[in-house]
């Protein structure tokens, strides 16, 4: 499980990569985080089915965009 911890911690970082770029507006960062999740539950996740994989990779899309938030909180006050 240590190795989902790393990819929570990619898809954070390249969330926070992309609001430094301003290329989407920070209304939709956590919905980037859910899709850079589920596209790294497909392809890094080694489980037998898709069906695994997709929510495996919401587990890490969410969990990314819930750090994220919980983030922006704590860097407000």
């Known amino acids: 499980m240590f190795e989902i911890a790393i990819v929570i911690a990619v898809v954070i970082a390249l969330t926070e990569f ?16 859910v899709l850079l999740g589920l596209i790294a539950g497909l392809f890094y996740v080694d489980v037998a089915t898709l069906q695994e994989k997709i929510m495996f990779g919401l587990m890490i899309g969410l969990s990314a965009a819930g750090l994220f938030d919980q983030s922006k909180i704590v860097t407000k006050k």
């Open 18 to 33: 992309v609001k430094k770029m301003d290329i989407i507006p920070v209304k939709f960062l956590p919905a980037l985080s």
